[in-house]
């Protein structure tokens, strides 16, 4: 049970992956972040500590290979990790007490204004900024949580109506 486990969790983290090389750019040049909702479906899905920080470091390391943010390699690192930590722990007292639609809509908004301040700060420390903080907090951090609590809705629900084909019939 444990190897399907992590087997569904890296076609999760691969298929985020590769959706987020494909997804055209939305608004000022910037993506929405599919490896970073697959994250959120996958911190959902798993409620075992040792499974979702895998999850944060494959796709920090995933995220830190693929971007197009120049230096952007350890702050997406770091900002993964530090998402997936504040995710889980809040997720944790709310797991099976709100609707699955609405914790995947708040999760998504959540985790990526976590996310994206997370990466934005660290990147003004380590390699600077093009504009102030907080113009790219509201130009693009505020579009990305809503755009993602959009695709994180969809993905979850096709996620869920896949595992609900495939998952053997209980007698």
């Known amino acids: 049970m444990k190897l399907k486990k992590i087997i569904v969790n890296s076609l ?8 987020s090389q494909i997804i055209p750019p939305v608004f000022f040049g910037m993506k929405p972040g599919t490896g970073l909702v697959v994250l959120f479906i996958i911190i959902l899905f798993n409620d075992d500590y040792k499974t979702c920080i895998a999850a944060g470091i494959v796709i920090g390391i995933l995220s830190a290979g693929t971007t197009a943010f120049p230096g952007g390699q350890i702050p997406n690192f770091i900002d993964k990790i530090i998402t997936t930590n504040i995710l889980f722990l809040l997720l944790k007292p709310l797991r099976n007490k709100l609707n699955n639609q ?4 708040l999760t998504s908004i959540v985790g990526t204004a976590v996310s994206g301040t997370t990466f934005l700060f660290l990147a003004l420390i380590i390699t600077g900024l093009p504009t102030k903080l ?12 809503f755009i993602n ?17 495939v998952s053997p019939k209980k007698a």
Do not use: Q, R
């Not at 609405?102 to 809509?105: A, E, H, L, S, Y």
């Open 12 to 19: 999760f983290l691969a298929i985020g992956t590769v959706l």
């Open 102 to 105: 609405i914790t995947i809509v």
């Open 134 to 145: 907080n113009i790219l907090l509201f130009s693009v951090v505020l579009p990305a949580c």
């Open 149 to 165: 609590a959009v695709v994180g809705s969809v993905l979850y629900n096709a996620v869920n109506a896949a595992l609900k084909i």
